[in-house]
């Protein structure tokens, strides 16, 4: 019970930090690339990977649930 409620922990908490990356690193990138449609995506896309990145490897999350 305890690790399928850290895994549910951890799929809620990644899922979160992807849409609020998304929506940041977007809104960031779409202003830098003078509101680029393709430029606002591509950006939204690398800050929810590299935030998922930080969430899972550098936060140490249990050994079972490593990407």
Known sequence: MN???NGLALIFYGTLLAIIS????GVLIGCVG???LAVALLGGTVGAAVMVWIFVALLHVPNGYRC
């Open 3 to 5: 690790g399928a409620a």
């Open 22 to 25: 998304a929506a940041w690193w």
């Open 34 to 36: 003078r509101w680029n």
